[in-house]
Nanobody, 122 residues
Framework: VQLQASGGGLVQAGGSLRLSCAAS????????MGWFRQAPGNEREFVGT????????YYADSVKGRFTASRDNAKNTVYLQMNSLKPEDTAVYYC????????????????WGQGTLVTVSS
């Protein structure tokens, strides 16, 4: 499975961005897709996850109510709609694909995209 993330950029606080993650290869093996982020000097942290089958989602408390994950299985693409962005949301955002679980930890995902930078200015 190969993952290609896109959609990052520079936005002012309070603004919105939508990230995309396109999967290719053995996509039938994907059970869930996750979003993680890593700010400079910080560890990679969980943002949200979505189950490929029924679209169930789970989010980190820090983004709940502001970020929404969705999927388009026909396009093998997942999205992360980010609203009400804050400067502390600035990070490189990664998408990941897992074969077995909707995990909140990075080790729960076997495949990773290259990351896309989101910068939120104050």
């Amino acid at each position: 499975v190969q993952l290609q993330a896109s959609g990052g950029g520079l936005v002012q606080a309070g603004g919105s961005l939508r990230l995309s993650c396109a999967a290719s290869g053995r996509t039938f093996s994907i059970y869930a897709m996750g979003w993680f982020r890593q700010a400079p000097g910080n560890e990679r942290e969980f943002v949200g996850t979505i189950r490929r089958g029924d679209g169930s989602t789970y989010y980190a408390d820090s983004v709940k109510g502001r970020f929404t994950a969705s999927r388009d299985n026909a396009k093998n693409t997942v999205y992360l709609q980010m609203n009400s962005l804050k400067p502390e949301d600035t990070a490189v955002y990664y998408c990941a694909a897992g074969r077995a679980t909707m995990s909140r930890v990075a080790t729960g995902y076997e495949y990773w995209g290259q990351g896309t930078l989101v910068t939120v200015s104050s």
